[in-house]
């Protein structure tokens, strides 16, 4: 996992790898805390100890079998209200490398990958403001390949879809070229194209179904995101803006 050979510029070039290890996301942030790190610099284990996913939640893989790692990247060109980018191609750059392998991959909002209406791929970013600037972001992935058991019901991964073993390294060279591709077009102003990606692969979009929010039931159908990132559903009577954690999918 440390002789990832990706066709980049920066991301992935310089790795970080530990048989084990806490969180690669705790990791990063304290690579960063030594001012030396070059953008691009990837964290990446067999094994956490602490895996964190969102809402608090813990993340959970089996050691060897899947890919957790956390990419840095040095977004200073974006203020903290444009963090959903990042969201953006973050998770257009797992769809587009699940495509490679998959059809009928969606992105169910703000960043979880499904396919087959069960969550292959998990993303947890955090970042570190400074001033009006976002100074720098540690874009963490765990990805399910070849794990072929889950607590979690609507959990799938690589083996548990086509009953094969995968290369882990394979894929995360296309998954390091997807992110660095992505994150060059934003940095060269194409969050339009971006965001219009995002939308055509949106789990649930323009599709009637069911939502809860503040402990009630709605039936809507979600139009987009807005700038802020916040998840537009109409209902029969307006239309809604939701907050991450304000909202909840019903199956
Ligand atoms: C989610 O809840 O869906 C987000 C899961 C993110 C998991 C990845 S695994 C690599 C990185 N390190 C962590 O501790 N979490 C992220």
Known sequence: MH?????????????????????????AADLLKN???????????????????????????????NLTLSIILKPKFLTPR??????????LAVCTTLLRYFRDVKIKWPNDLLIKGKKIC???IENNIRGRSIENS?????????????????????????GQDYSREEILTILLEQIESKYLM?????LEELKKEYLRHLFRIGDSALYEAA????????????????????????????????????Y
């Open 3 to 27: 002789k990832i050979l990706a066709k980049t510029l920066f991301v992935g070039q310089k790795i970080h790898f530990v048989p084990e290890c806490q969180s690669t996301n705790d990791m």
């Open 35 to 65: 001012e030396s790190v070059v953008e691009g610099a990837m964290v990446v284990t067999d094994k956490q100890t602490n895996g964190r996913g969102q809402r608090g939640n813990t993340w959970e893989s089996s050691a060897g079998k």
């Open 82 to 91: 444009d963090h959903f980018q990042l969201h953006y191609i973050t998770s």
């Open 122 to 124: 998990g993303i947890l």
């Open 138 to 162: 540690i874009v963490g992935i765990g990805l399910n390949v070849n794990q072929s058991s889950f607590d979690y019901a609507l959990a799938t991964s690589f083996v548990d879809l086509s």
């Open 186 to 190: 934003l940095k060269a102003g194409r």
């Open 215 to 250: 402990g009630v039931q709605f039936t809507g159908t979600i139009q987009g995101v807005d700038e802020e990132g916040r998840l537009i559903i109409a209902t029969a009577n307006d239309v809604r803006y939701f907050e991450f954690k304000e909202v909840k999918f019903i």
